[in-house]
């Protein structure tokens, strides 16, 4: 009995003991996934490092999650003191078209949707262009989508000044950042957008048409552009308003691609640009998405085939780097999606590396310093608040490798019971 009872004994402390074991590899393997890296395996965000959230993209095959980079390297934080026009900027096309924007009340909404989460988060992970469709409705200007020229209930998303007032937050507690605002201008109300951006704070940012070069000349530099405040750019479709309400017309100072912007080897001007490779304007805009948003689609449609598309780009406007990229869902991607890309492209124009991390501020053109090029830098600019969580993808979901894990310590305790 007695000999019974101390097998009994020996058993359970085994048990015990490898309990204890697998609690300890268990601890090692969540803080290993603490610390996770662009492309490990996660659970959910917080098992991210900064700057990264966890998603996946089921659109290229690939189903487990991984930390994703979700934030941009703000370049000026590398390189300063260059014109504005040498920089390239993430623009979020439908900037307001946001998934599960609040519903005007008793109203459905039948709509496209083009991002996903606030403009605020927007901005906050280095955005720094916004495009934004306004609309008469309502006895005021709202953002909206089109039918026609004319916003409807069942299209509309909120009154525009909601989204400039988060934009004047930002810029009132980012005061080295310049923001970028680009009008599909549906308004008629006279002097409309003037009474808007003055209710919503924009004008003591307002950079001022007279400054803008008018044909082709480098920009001032972002240095100056932050000296003088003038840190607010505003273009709008309508030429008549440049001289009405002092907004830029937009074809006249930037360069524009057009429909449609995923179409791989081509790359066409909009009609209303001029040919991408003038020399008569000094801002690039490459648009990047299809006519068509799909939400699941857009992680692979950021990876290899748009860094494939910048360059055919670049190569259209014979050789100059686009200095905004439109996309949209920006933070969807199978790793560093459009991140890893504008690192690319401002290393290339402001250093002549092959990221924007292994710039040296000072040093010769071509002197770049080693980096891992899938490590994300945070900057003091802003960080990653961790909201953006993707409700249908598996962002969510457990790594496999962690039942394996947990399978793999099932096996190991009953391997040594039987060994006792």
Known sequence: MFACFADHCRLRGAALAVGYLCLYLLLISLAFIAHAQVLDLCIAAKNCGPGLFCGNCPALGKNQPVCTRGQAIIPTSIIDALPFNKYTWLVTHNAFSIVDAPLLPGVQRLTFYNQEDTVTNQLRNGVRGLMLDMYDFEDDIWLCHSFRGQCFNFTAFEPAINTLREVEAFLSENPTEIVTIIIEDYVHTPKGLTKLFTNAGLYKYWFPVSKMPKKGEDWPTV???????????????????????????????????????VKPGSCPNRKESKPLNSRSASLFLENYFPTYPVESEACKEHSTPLAKMVGTCYKAAGNVMPNFLAVNFYMRSDGGGVFDVLDRMNGQTLCGCSTVTA??????????????????????????????????????????????????????????????
């Not at 002092?246 to 449609?260: M, R, S």
């Not at 040093?363 to 961790?386: D, E, L, M, R, Y």
């Open 223 to 261: 240095t100056q552009m932050v000296q003088e405040n003038c840190r607010l750019l505003v273009f709008t479709s309508i030429a008549s308003k440049e001289a009405e309400e002092g907004i830029a017309y937009q074809w006249k100072y930037i360069l524009e691609t057009g429909d449609p912007g």
């Open 359 to 420: 710039c040296q501020a000072g040093a010769p053109f071509g002197s770049c310093k080693n980096v891992a090029s899938t490590s994300p830098v945070t900057t003091t600019t802003g960080s990653f608040s961790g909201s953006v969580q993707f409700s249908r993808s598996a962002s969510t979901v457990c790594s496999p490798n962690f039942f394996i894990f947990y399978l793999f310590s099932l096996r190991l305790m009953a391997f040594m019971l039987q060994m006792q």
